[in-house]
């Protein structure tokens, strides 16, 4: 086996296509369905990259990463939109982890309900100001920031937040920021369109990080 000391190099990333050859038709059939995902449509191209963007970094995928920052380079995309679209991800990464800090209430107050993801829960987010002060309100004036309109709009932003909801898979976060986007006038498709580029992102960053498999299994 050889001493590699790093797992990811851009150069591992060329071997993507030998999974052309190794499952021709499954690849083809993701390939097929990542460029309708990110294609142009009720959403432009530009903020699909923005989005996904804000995808890679919730998977920690740096090929993603990699490639869809210069992807949205190469679209317009400027690096203070970049950047507010991270914060975003930032804050609802956060905000599934404190989201489902109801859960450990009901859990350690021994709730009897059977539902476990009942909406009217998330009432029970304000119990850690009392628990936590300090460091609950402080990521609530991180979140009201990050989701406040800049070089991009609050619509956008709260797109993108749903796009994130998905990849984190916080029930709460879907709720709350699909009702926002409408709010903000966002249509249905382009809802669906926002969580087609997650999918399409979490899925590739599970291809992607085959190329890792690839190199592993070579050694």
């Given at each position: 086996?050889?001493?590699?000391?790093?797992?990811?190099?851009?150069?591992?990333?060329k071997?993507?296509?030998?999974?052309?050859?190794?499952?021709?038709?499954?690849?083809?059939?993701?390939?097929?369905?990542?460029?309708?995902?990110?294609?142009?449509?009720k959403?432009?191209?530009?903020?699909?990259?923005i989005?996904?963007?804000?995808?890679?970094?919730?998977?920690?995928?740096?090929?993603c990463?990699?490639?869809?920052?210069?992807?949205?380079?190469?679209?317009?995309?400027?690096?203070?939109?970049?950047?507010?679209?991270?914060?975003?991800?930032?804050?609802l990464?956060?905000?599934?982890?404190?989201?489902?800090?109801?859960?450990?209430?009901?859990?350690?107050d021994g709730?009897?309900?059977?539902?476990?993801?009942?909406?009217?829960?998330?009432h029970?987010l304000?119990?850690f100001?009392q628990?936590?002060?300090?460091?609950?309100?402080?990521?609530?004036?991180?979140?009201?920031?990050?989701?406040?309109?800049?070089?991009?709009?609050?619509?956008e932003?709260?797109?993108?937040?749903?796009?994130?909801?998905?990849?984190?898979?916080?029930?709460?976060?879907?709720?709350?920021?699909?009702?926002?986007?409408?709010?903000?006038?966002?249509?249905?498709?382009?809802?669906?369109?926002?969580?087609?580029?997650?999918?399409?992102?979490?899925?590739?960053?599970?291809?992607?990080?085959?190329?890792?498999?690839?190199?592993?299994?070579?050694?």
């Open positions: 086996m050889s001493d590699q000391t790093s797992l990811f190099t851009k150069s591992n990333f071997r993507i296509g030998e999974f052309n050859s190794i499952s021709p038709e499954i690849f083809k059939s993701f390939v097929t369905f990542e460029k309708l995902a990110l294609a142009e449509g959403l432009s191209a530009k903020f699909k990259e989005i996904a963007i804000a995808i890679a970094h919730i998977t920690g995928c740096p090929y990463i990699e490639a869809h920052v210069k992807q949205a380079k190469k679209n317009g995309v400027s690096k203070e939109e970049m950047a507010e679209s991270i914060m975003v991800a930032t804050a990464k956060a905000g599934s982890a404190m989201a489902h800090g109801v859960n450990a209430l009901n859990a350690y709730n009897s309900d059977d539902e476990l993801y009942r909406a009217s829960y998330i029970r304000g119990e100001t628990l936590s002060g300090d460091a609950f309100k402080a990521f609530s004036a991180f979140d009201q920031k990050a989701l406040k309109a800049g070089v991009l709009s609050a619509k932003k709260e797109l993108i937040a749903i796009a994130v909801a998905h990849t984190t898979g916080c029930p709460y976060c879907i709720d709350i920021h699909t009702k926002a986007a409408k709010k903000a006038a966002a249509t249905k498709e382009e809802v669906a369109e926002s969580i087609m580029v997650a999918t399409a992102l979490k899925a590739g960053s599970a291809l992607a990080h085959g190329v890792n498999a690839l190199v592993a299994f070579d050694e």
